[in-house]
């Protein structure tokens, strides 16, 4: 899978993973990061994701990655946020979209995540994963699962999964149990799952599926 895929699947509006609606695990479990107000959260792969929207809200600092612009554009667009865009101060490959008022801060970083240094972030004290490692297939994932401790210094996660019969389904996104993720995060963090509810699949919607919600400290 390389970049060529995710830059194809936004310009040809194939982009069912993308939520209307705020996450309503996000607001039901974010809690038990018990992360205080002004905190710096980072969320990988963001999209176009409203869900920043409501972190923001929350009085956190958002800090996005998303590889396609275009999504980025879309971001700041279709919520109507006046926001700059400027090179990245420590990397000239970087383009910076920024937004604050008052107490509500998000910035986006058009990058590669394979690609960032810690320094290219910055500090981190939180990671909201909810389509970022079920996007990626399974020779991925460990480098992915790898780069983001590396990148955020091991900071805890809110990590959300899906759970189904891959033989059923091409991916993304892609299946991930319980085991699998013992593999990518076990030697790092204590995973702890919080719950498992039912869900599905806009392009199989008789496939049998379970999202999970994980937490990684």
């Known amino acids: 899978m390389n970049p060529e895929f995710w830059h194809n699947r936004w310009q040809e509006k194939h982009t069912g993973f993308h939520q209307s609606e705020v996450n309503p695990l996000l607001i039901k479990y974010w809690s038990k990061l018990n992360l205080p107000a002004g905190s710096r ?15 923001a809200a929350q009085g956190y600092d958002i800090v996005g990655v998303e590889l396609v612009e275009s999504a980025v554009k ?6 109507r946020i006046l926001h700059t ?17 008052e ?3 998000i910035e986006i970083l ?19 994963d909810r ?4 996007a990626l297939p399974a020779d991925m994932r460990p480098d992915y699962s790898e780069q983001i401790r590396k ?22 996104p892609f299946s991930i149990n319980g085991e699998q993720l013992q ?23 008789d496939l049998n599926v379970t999202e999970h919600v994980w937490l990684l400290k």
């Open 41 to 55: 959260v980072f969320v990988p792969l963001c999209g176009k994701s409203i869900d920043m929207i409501w972190l």
């Open 74 to 79: 879309e971001f700041f667009s279709e919520n």
């Open 85 to 101: 865009i400027i090179n990245h101060p420590h990397n000239p490959n970087i383009k910076y979209y920024h937004w604050q008022h």
């Open 103 to 105: 107490n509500q801060k």
């Open 110 to 128: 058009v990058a590669d995540i394979f690609s960032l240094s810690i320094e290219d972030i910055d500090y981190i004290d939180a990671v909201y």
């Open 131 to 134: 389509a970022a490692l079920i």
């Open 151 to 172: 990148v955020s210094d091991n900071a805890p996660q809110l990590l959300i999964t899906l759970n189904y019969d891959q033989s059923k389904k091409d991916g993304p």
């Open 183 to 205: 593999q990518y995060y076990g030697n790092h963090y204590q995973l702890c799952e919080l719950a498992s509810e039912s869900s599905s699949i806009g392009s199989a919607p």
